[in-house]
Structure formats: structure tokens, C-alpha cells
């Protein structure tokens, strides 16, 4: 089990997964940065974007990645509405109040799905679904190597419009401070709305990439959400570079844990590491705040 | 005289009255039957298949009725086992209110564990259309009947098959591995293949286990490529065997022979249609119908013809429900005790799975017995045992 043609193409499965996991993080990191609140509906809303992914499939025969530009763009401004009309109306202005509120969407998210979906798990047959590319001793699925690429695209895509880009720089200053930024002229809540916006829109480009290669059923977006925080704490809260890096480290630990120990008994990997941060380095590997 | 005429008249309209509530209030106009399944959640495919075949089978019946009750019609209530037991057992106790005189279900063996056992609290008869775990029947409940084999029966055939094929090819396969489901089906089929096996010569090398749903199977491959097994054994549900064979072929890991165990998709129209390359060669003992019997034929056409595959689900619970409406026919009531003492006595053998007459004990069907198959030229073909033979074995698929 040793030998290199096992666990080569094992990091590289990984590799791949971790890169989706890393897109999914980014947004929850960048929420959380911005808006200082853990969003519970992370999961339940990569859960709708990946049903409209697959009606888009399955109704309309978009594949996924030509679907790409439709599913973030409906995305983006599904969070913008959610934080603009409910987040930001029903918490009041209180922290505590947005994880309630948030937590209550993921509920409602959830449950409309089931009314609609059922709870079968449901997947898409593309052209490509077979096709694999040999990388030394590997044979990788095309459909995981192309959401490789793509995470990482869109991850930097991400990074750059923060750093870069005008909104990019209202968010930092935002995150940094609040009423400061207010007084400069720069209007939070729409700062806040646009931040839950790409947050989620990145959660668009995560279903796109995920679908080819996975399934869809109501309760898929609670296991991505519980990756997604180890990851967040892993790389450091708000931290991007911390959250790409740590996605990418987890999804080859749950890979190797998965091939030695069988994949349910092999997902501890994970909750050891989140467990050791915790312990050994609470700001994470990239700390961005105390 | 008219004394004695009207004495007549009133005992003749007498007789007439008391007659009456005999032949209105003991013959039902129908007879409530429960048809549960997991047509939604993991098994959701299954679940809808067995559906299908028992509703074409009450078709069939209403046809003409159940003879010895005056043409009494079965009236279907229809259940959703939601893929887990708890909530098959609740659908039990709804059927038991809204009257049922009995129920066909519940697919899948852990679902029926639960069912059955709920069923008995009400003496409801229950016959169970797959349901293969052999505690089902070994509880001692008297409402349980299973016209099809348990996992006992299918592992010793399939054990003891596969060693006269691999004799007969001079003994080129060794090491096994076994892939299974997590819940009671696959585990104890599992079970019951990893102590047969060694038996008969063959070194077990490993057993894995995975979850309903599984997505990724690439760990598990990787795995076998590691082990190198001469055979997979594979004992699990449509998605997971579908997506585990596929993986294989990605990772171009070819074993001697996929020798399947009630493998969910090995002896699956549908899957032969979707991946003809992957499934090629796959042995199977499973559930299959009478190959020389006419009416399975027929009852192909019918449901192609609806567009559905006739997987092994359409015609175990078709047959299911016709036990039922012989037995009920038998009871020449809708007692809930005389149906249960009419599927006990049933000798039933109007039917086209290679069974022979029905006789139980315990709840078992004694005849009942798995059919090896195997994928040879696009088609599936009955291989053993050579009564239903329909083509040459091919093993090892290579060398």
C-alpha cells in the first residue's frame, strides 16, 4: 500500500478535491472576514447551487462549465438579496443575530429542497464522465483535474479583485473597520451585501466544478460546510492564501485517511488536524487576527 | 290455504333477509393491501422498480378479482420506506390503521427488518419481495413469508459455483476480494462469503466496506490495485456497484472475473444499456426468473414497453403480490390470521421464477433459489445451474 502508484494518485484525487474544498473555504473566510459571522448557510447554498447546476443539466442540457457564468453570476446576486433583504434586516445590527438568522436560512434552504428534490441523490452523465488522463502512475478523472484548474483560477480570480480592485479595497477596509470606513464615505451595507455576494457566487463556481464528479441530494451541503470551517480555522480566519493552502492540505489528508483507514473511519484526519490547531495554533497557519 | 301461503311468502322473504347480511356484510367489495418501498432517499431506484412490479401484478389480478370472494378487488395503499427503517416501520403502523388486510415490501433487507417486526404486532401478514438477510425469516414471527432466497442460500451457491468454474478452468483464480454495502445486506453477505470461502481453497485477502451513497470509489480501487486480487466479489446497491465497476475500467484495474454476490447492477438491463463495456463478462448470483418460462418474456415486454428495465426488483415483487392473492384467494377471506394460515399452507407454483411449488417453513420459501448470470454478448444469460442454462460460462474473463 506503500508504493508510489498508490499514493501518488491518491494525493492527486486529493489535490483535486481539496481544491474544490479551497473555493468553498475562500468564501466562508471571506464572509467571515468582512462580516465577522460563521455563515450556517454555507452548506445549504452550495447545495442549491449545485440543483441548479444539474436542472440546468438536466432541463436544459447546459453543461456545467458552460453554465458557469449563469450559476455565479444567479448566485451573486442570490447573496446579495439574502444579505441586503434578510441577513442584514433580521439581526438588527447584531452579531449574534445574523448566526441565528443565517442558521434559520440554511434550515429553510434545506427543507425547500426537500419538497421540491425529494431526498433521492441525484447525478449528471456527461460526455467526459470516463474520460481520465494518465499523470505518471495516475489515471485522474478529467472532470476532478478540470475543477482543479478552475478552483484555482477562480481562487485567484477572488484574490485579485480583493487586493486589486476598488471593492476590494472597501472590504478591507470594511473588515478592518467598521465605523471608519463608514466615515470615509464607503457604504457598508453594500459592502456587506457585495462580500456575501462573491462569497456566495464562489460557492456557484464550486457546484459547477463539483457536479461532473459528485452527486446532489438536500443533505450534501452539511459535510462541505463542516470541511470548509476546519479549513477556515486551519488557514487562519480571513486569511485567503490560508484558506487555499489549507483546503489543498486537507484534501489530500482526507484522501490518504480515506485509502488507509476505509472512507468513513478515514474523514478523523480532518478532525484530528482541526482539533491540533485549536490546541497548538488558534490563529491558524496564516493568522490574519489575533 | 292462504294461511298457509302467506306462512310461505313471510318464511321465503324471511330467509331471503337472514341471507342477505351472509352474502353482503362476509364478502368484501376490496380488499385493502399495503404496497411499502423505499421510493425516495438512497434506494430510491430500487424502491421504485419493486413499486412498479407490484402494481403491475394488482393489475393483473383486478382483472378478474379474487375468485373465491365473489371478485373482490385489491385496493392498493400505496407506502414510502423513505430509504431507512424507522420510517418503513411508521408506514406499518399507518397501514395497520387504515386497515390493510396485508403487505408486500420493503426491498431492502434492513428496511424489512423493521417492517416485519412491526407487522407482527398486528399479526398483519407481510411477505417480503427481496429483502435478503436471513434473520427476516429466523425470528420466529408467524406473519413474515419470503417467497425468495436469503443470503445464506445465495453465498453457498455462489461459493460452491465458483469453485466447479474455476476448476473446470484448471483453478487460474485464488485471491478475492470483497467490496460491500455498509448496512445488514451487504455485511452479512459479506460475512457469510468470508467464512465460505477459505473453505473451498480461496485466500480472502480483504474485505471493504463503504457507505449508501458512496461517490468516489477512487481509494477503494486504489486499494484493489495494491491487493491485486484474482476476483472481486462486489455486494451492493444499483449506484455503488454502477460506480465502482466504472472506476475500475477508468483505472484500467482489470481482476480475472467480477464474480457478484446479489450485486446491485451485475445482472441489470440497465446497466448493460448504459455501460455495455464496463459490464461486460460480470457473473452474477442473484434473483432471476425462469428463463424457459414465457410469461417472464411477456412480463419484459410489458414493462420495456413502459419504458422501465426489467431488473430483478419488477419481478420479485411482482410474483411477491401474486403469492399474496393466491394465498388470500386460498383464505377465502380478508382475515388477517387466515391469510397467514394460507401463505403458511401455500403450495403456490403458478409463477415463473425457477422456485417449483411453494412450500414454507419458518417463513422461507424452501425452493427458492439465486440463478448464476453472466454479461456475454450485450445480453445476460442464465450460466448455472444447467436446467436454466441459456449459454457457456466464461471464466476467467482473462487470463
Keep these: 500500500m506503500l508504493e508510489f502508484g498508490i499514493l501518488f494518485p491518491s494525493v492527486l484525487n486529493g489535490l483535486t478535491t481539496g481544491a474544490v474544498y479551497a473555493l468553498v473555504a475562500l468564501g466562508l473566510t471571506l464572509i467571515y472576514g468582512v462580516l465577522h459571522i460563521i455563515n450556517f448557510a454555507h452548506g445549504a447554498s452550495l447545495m442549491l447551487a449545485m440543483y441548479g447546476v444539474y ?51 440554511s434550515i429553510v434552504m434545506e427543507n425547500l429542497a426537500l419538497i421540491f428534490f425529494k431526498s433521492d441523490t441525484r447525478s449528471i452523465e456527461t460526455a467526459y464522465t470516463l474520460t481520465t488522463v494518465a499523470i505518471g502512475p495516475a489515471n485522474i478523472a478529467l472532470a476532478k483535474l478540470v475543477a482543479f484548474a478552475g478552483a484555482l483560477a477562480a481562487s485567484a480570480l477572488l484574490i485579485w479583485i480583493v487586493a486589486r480592485t476598488h471593492l476590494g479595497r472597501a472590504i478591507r477596509a470594511v473588515a478592518r473597520e467598521k465605523q471608519g470606513a463608514r466615515l470615509m464615505g464607503i457604504d457598508v451595507d453594500h459592502v456587506y451585501a457585495m462580500s456575501f455576494g462573491i462569497g456566495l457566487a464562489c460557492l456557484g463556481a464550486a457546484a459547477c466544478f463539483l457536479l461532473p464528479a459528485y452527486y446532489v441530494n438536500p443533505q450534501v451541503g452539511g459535510g462541505f460546510v463542516l470541511v470548509a470551517f476546519t479549513i477556515v480555522v486551519l488557514g487562519g480566519m480571513g486569511s485567503f492564501a490560508g484558506a487555499l493552502l489549507g483546503g489543498l492540505l486537507i484534501g489530500v489528508v482526507e484522501s490518504l485517511g480515506g485509502l488507509f483507514l476505509g472512507e468513513s473511519l478515514g474523514q478523523i484526519g480532518i478532525f484530528l488536524i482541526f482539533i491540533g490547531v485549536l490546541l497548538f495554533r488558534p490563529q491558524g497557519l496564516f493568522g490574519a487576527r489575533a | 290455504m292462504t294461511a298457509r301461503r302467506q306462512f310461505i311468502q313471510q318464511s321465503a322473504a324471511a330467509a331471503s333477509a337472514l341471507a342477505f347480511p351472509l352474502v353482503g356484510g362476509a364478502q368484501p367489495r376490496s380488499i385493502k393491501v399495503g404496497i411499502l418501498h423505499p421510493v425516495t432517499g438512497a434506494l430510491a431506484y430500487s424502491g421504485q422498480q419493486c413499486r412498479e412490479g407490484a402494481l403491475l401484478a394488482i393489475e ?42 396485508a403487505v408486500v415490501g420493503a426491498f431492502a433487507s434492513a428496511i424489512c427488518l423493521a417492517t416485519t417486526q412491526a407487522a407482527a404486532k398486528y399479526n398483519l401478514p407481510h411477505v417480503v419481495d427481496v429483502g435478503v438477510a436471513d434473520q427476516i425469516v429466523e425470528r420466529g414471527l408467524k406473519n413474515t413469508f419470503r417467497f425468495g432466497p436469503g443470503y445464506r442460500t445465495c453465498a453457498q451457491v455462489a461459493v460452491a459455483n465458483l469453485h466447479v468454474l474455476n476448476t473446470a478452468a484448471g483453478k487460474p483464480a485464488r485471491s478475492v476480494m470483497i467490496i460491500h454495502e455498509e448496512s445488514l445486506f451487504g455485511t452479512g453477505t459479506a460475512n457469510l462469503l468470508s467464512r465460505e470461502l477459505p473453505g473451498y481453497g480461496y485466500d480472502v485477502k480483504e474485505v471493504v466496506r463503504h457507505a449508501n451513497p458512496t461517490r468516489d470509489f477512487n481509494n477503494i480501487v486504489l486499494r484493489m490495485k495494491s491487493v491485486n486480487p484474482d476476483i472481486v466479489i462486489p455486494a451492493n446497491y444499483y449506484n455503488e456497484y454502477a460506480l465502482l465497476v466504472r472506476t475500475m475500467q477508468q483505472q484500467k484495474v482489470l481482476p480475472k472475473a467480477i464474480y457478484s454476490v446479489l450485486g446491485g447492477a451485475a445482472s441489470s438491463y440497465k446497466f448493460l444499456k448504459e455501460f455495455p463495456e464496463a459490464a461486460n463478462g460480470i457473473i452474477d448470483c442473484n434473483h432471476w426468473f425462469n428463463p424457459k418460462d414465457k410469461r417472464s418474456a411477456e412480463l419484459k415486454k410489458r414493462i420495456e414497453a413502459k419504458g422501465l428495465f426489467f431488473s430483478y426488483e419488477v419481478f420479485m415483487a411482482y410474483t411477491a403480490v401474486r403469492l399474496l392473492a393466491d394465498a388470500i384467494d386460498r383464505a377465502k377471506s380478508s382475515d388477517r390470521a387466515a391469510i397467514n394460515d394460507a401463505l ?13 411449488p411453494t412450500r414454507f417453513v419458518n417463513g422461507q420459501n424452501q425452493g427458492a433459489q439465486p440463478l448464476m448470470t453472466q454479461v456475454i454478448k450485450g445480453d445476460i444469460r442464465v450460466i448455472v445451474p444447467r436446467d436454466y442454462r441459456e449459454a457457456e460460462p466464461i471464466f476467467p474473463l482473462r487470463a
Excluded at chain 1, 434578510?86 to 448566526?99: F, V, Y
Design chain 2, 60 to 101: 393483473d389480478i383486478n382483472k378478474a378479482g379474487i375468485k373465491s370472494l365473489g371478485g373482490a378487488r385489491l385496493e392498493v395503499l400505496l407506502g414510502d420506506a423513505q430509504s431507512a427503517p424507522q420510517i418503513g416501520a411508521a408506514e406499518i403502523e399507518k397501514m395497520n390503521e387504515a386497515g390493510c388486510a
Design chain 1, 55 to 105: 436542472l440546468l443539466k438536466t432541463r436544459l442540457g447546459i453543461d456545467p462549465y458552460l453554465a458557469l457564468p449563469i450559476v455565479v453570476a444567479a448566485m451573486f446576486a442570490l447573496g446579495y438579496a439574502l444579505q441586503r433583504v434578510i441577513i442584514n434586516r433580521a439581526s438588527h445590527g447584531r452579531d449574534e443575530n445574523i448566526l441565528l438568522v443565517t442558521l434559520g436560512l
Design chain 2, 344 to 356: 403458511e399452507k401455500s403450495t403456490f407454483a403458478d409463477h415463473f421464477m425457477p422456485y417449483g
